[in-house]
T-cell receptor, first 113, second 113 residues
Framework: ELKVEQNPLFLSMQEGKNYTIYCNYSTTSDRLYWYRQDPGKSLESLFVLLSNGAVKQEGRLMASLDTKARLSTLHITAAVHDLSATYFC?????????????FGQGTILTVHP | NAGVTQTPKFRILKIGQSMTLQCAQDMNHNYMYWYRQDPGMGLKLIYY???????DKGEVPNGYNVSRSTTEDFPLRLELAAPSQTSVYFC????????????FGQGTRLTVV
């Protein structure tokens, strides 16, 4: 059974600081997604990582995938208040189950002035 | 371009009642999904469809049924509602499974009392 674990689950940051959210998963997969969810809202796609070593960047966020370590990271650079949200990683089970995602618990990020 | 549209947005059901959550997408996506999100948790896959007439169970299918008669629509049926089905339900669609991100609807907040 595929398990996906994020840490930390809660992250309180000061504006301007850097931090990394980690996403570990338990079985082989080379497809991983990051989503953002604002309170009471739907999920918004941030990054699609489709191979070992994939790195994607958008603004102050950068995501990477290491399939050998079964680890993805979401790095936040010089945080701003607008980044406050819950961030989820989701791993595709692959094989005959392509498209079926297993989500992590989510990391609640709060950025303080 | 509406994307993924879910109705209703909110619903209160009594134990034992039934209802259908509607989901429609206008992006001509073959793949559609139903997830549920319990408070403070990640999403869990309920059912999955790779095209009209083809559906498959996800992680937590018990108590639910789906049908997919058209590419656009993917309704989720709850039979004999139970308090354990109190959750937020998200419908999603994607163009390719495992290669492109899923687009999510706004969610249906369901309470069973």
């Amino acid at each position: 059974e595929l398990k996906v674990e994020q840490n930390p689950l809660f992250l309180s940051m000061q504006e301007g600081k850097n931090y990394t959210i980690y996403c570990n998963y338990s079985t082989t997969s080379d497809r991983l997604y990051w989503y953002r969810q604002d309170p009471g809202k739907s999920l918004e796609s941030l990054f699609v990582l489709l191979s070992n070593g994939a790195v994607k960047q958008e603004g102050r966020l950068m995501a990477s995938l290491d399939t050998k370590a079964r680890l993805s990271t979401l790095h936040i650079t010089a945080a701003v208040h607008d980044l406050s949200a819950t961030y989820f990683c989701a791993v595709d089970r692959g094989g005959t189950s392509y498209g079926k995602l297993t989500f992590g618990q989510g990391t609640i990020l709060t950025v303080h002035p | 371009n509406a994307g993924v549209t879910q109705t209703p947005k909110f619903r209160i059901l009594k134990i034992g009642q039934s209802m259908t959550l509607q989901c429609a997408q206008d992006m001509n996506h073959n793949y559609m999904y139903w997830y549920r999100q319990d408070p403070g948790m990640g999403l869990k896959l309920i059912y999955y469809s790779v095209g009209a007439g083809i559906t498959d169970k996800g992680e937590v299918p018990n108590g639910y049924n789906v049908s997919r008669s058209t590419t656009e629509d993917f309704p989720l049926r709850l039979e004999l509602a139970a308090p354990s089905q109190t959750s937020v339900y998200f419908c999603a669609s994607s163009y390719w499974a495992g290669l492109t991100e899923a687009f999510f609807g706004q969610g249906t907040r369901l309470t069973v009392v």
